[in-house]
């Protein structure tokens, strides 16, 4: 087993602050995702991350149980769809089925938008956020999993602080973590010290930005301030990327079907204070503080029915307009 530092959450479990994020493009049942598994956990994983809606739970589940490593060793993952917030046991159910692992680490509600019933996974048919099921309700159904012993904890995803101020008054258990996306061009600063005001670790989706094609203007793979670090240890870009955020005392998911750079993503290094402080500061250069995940060319300054406003994201044309 790698040697990756675990990250103690609110409610004394244990998470390690490396996984292997499964979502593998598009959604779908994919083989991909189970030699992917199999092959991270011979590297040193044990930690996945997949959710309902990538429509891969039972290869990644598969996988998890045919390595021949105990249960126990590994830290599972997977999240509530949107359009299943108003029937969250059935859907916990069905994801537990699909992985047949006998338990599930920690289950996150994937968005606050509660997709309508009837639309797909990806829709932008949403209610309101007034609108019933709102993502308190959803949450009150979630804290009764607990109950049942078949999760361990709980979580968000894709939550702003303008969110979590709605939720968190209203919570008798209080996430273990907001999986959001983060690195360093957007390093969620603000968000990550209310959160952990709250007691609530960050868990960084495309910790390593993520391609949107030729036209896109940023990547941190050809960064010269990364590239500089890189060069200077003698490590790839990756190890640079995920390193920093274990070291903010964040989780990182990354995903790569190359076995190489799956040992090097698990091979984190110790950067130095200055180090630190370079990458902490890229965000502050020009047009540089942005998602690097979505186009919102082509959202629109929407996500699955919500604008960024009620999403709680300060952005314009996918850059945050604050700091």
């Known amino acids: 087993m790698a040697n990756v530092p675990s990250l103690i959450l609110n409610n004394g479990t244990k998470?390690?602050?490396?996984?292997?994020?499964?979502?593998?493009?598009?959604?779908?049942?994919?083989?991909?995702?189970?030699?992917?598994?199999?092959?991270?956990?011979?590297a040193g994983y044990r930690h996945f991350d997949t959710a309902a809606g990538y429509g891969n739970e039972k290869q990644v589940g598969r996988a998890i149980r045919d390595s021949g490593v105990p249960?126990?060793?590994?830290?599972?993952?997977?999240?509530?769809?949107?359009?299943?917030?108003?029937?969250?046991?059935?859907?916990?159910?069905?994801?537990?089925?699909?992985?047949?692992?006998?338990?599930?680490?920690?289950?996150l509600m994937h968005w606050p938008q509660a997709g309508k019933p009837d639309a797909p996974e990806w829709s932008d048919e949403s209610f309101r956020p007034f609108e019933s099921p709102t993502f308190v309700e959803t949450w009150r159904d979630m804290e009764k999993l607990l109950e049942g012993g078949k999760v361990k904890s709980i979580g968000v995803s894709n939550f702003s602080i303008k969110n979590l101020e709605?939720?968190?008054?209203?919570?008798?258990?209080?996430?273990?973590?907001?999986?959001?996306?983060?690195h360093p061009c957007l390093p969620q600063i603000d968000l990550k010290d209310y959160c952990e005001s709250k007691g609530i670790i960050l868990t960084a989706y495309s910790p390593l930005g993520r391609p949107l094609g030729p036209d896109q203007p940023i990547s941190l793979f050809n960064n010269d301030t990364i590239t500089t670090i890189a060069n200077k240890l003698g490590v790839d870009l990756a190890q640079v990327l995920l390193s920093w955020g274990v070291q903010r005392n964040t989780a990182v998911?990354?995903?790569?079907?190359?076995?190489?750079?799956?040992?090097?993503?698990?091979?984190?290094?110790?950067?130095?204070?200055?180090?630190?402080?370079?990458?902490?500061?890229?965000?502050?250069?020009?047009?540089?503080?942005?998602?690097?995940?979505?186009?919102?060319?082509?959202?629109?300054?929407?996500?699955?029915?919500?604008?960024?406003?009620?999403?709680?994201?300060?952005?314009?044309?996918?850059i945050v307009v604050s700091k």
């Open 15 to 42: 998470m390690p602050s490396v996984g292997m994020g499964c979502w593998m493009g598009i959604p779908g049942n994919d083989e991909r995702v189970y030699y992917m598994c199999l092959n991270a956990i011979k």
């Open 253 to 318: 998911i990354p995903k790569t079907e190359n076995e190489v750079r799956m040992k090097n993503n698990i091979t984190l290094i110790q950067l130095s204070v200055e180090d630190m402080n370079t990458i902490d500061e890229l965000h502050l250069q020009p047009n540089m503080h942005r998602t690097l995940a979505f186009d919102t060319r082509q959202t629109r300054g929407m996500i699955f029915g919500w604008t960024f406003e009620e999403l709680g994201w300060n952005m314009v044309d996918g």
């Open 71 to 107: 249960r126990s060793e590994i830290y599972l993952t997977t999240k509530l769809p949107n359009p299943a917030h108003a029937k969250v046991r059935a859907a916990f159910e069905e994801s537990l089925n699909a992985l047949d692992c006998e338990y599930i680490d920690l289950y």
């Open 166 to 182: 709605i939720l968190l008054p209203e919570c008798t258990v209080i996430p273990v973590t907001n999986q959001v996306e983060m």
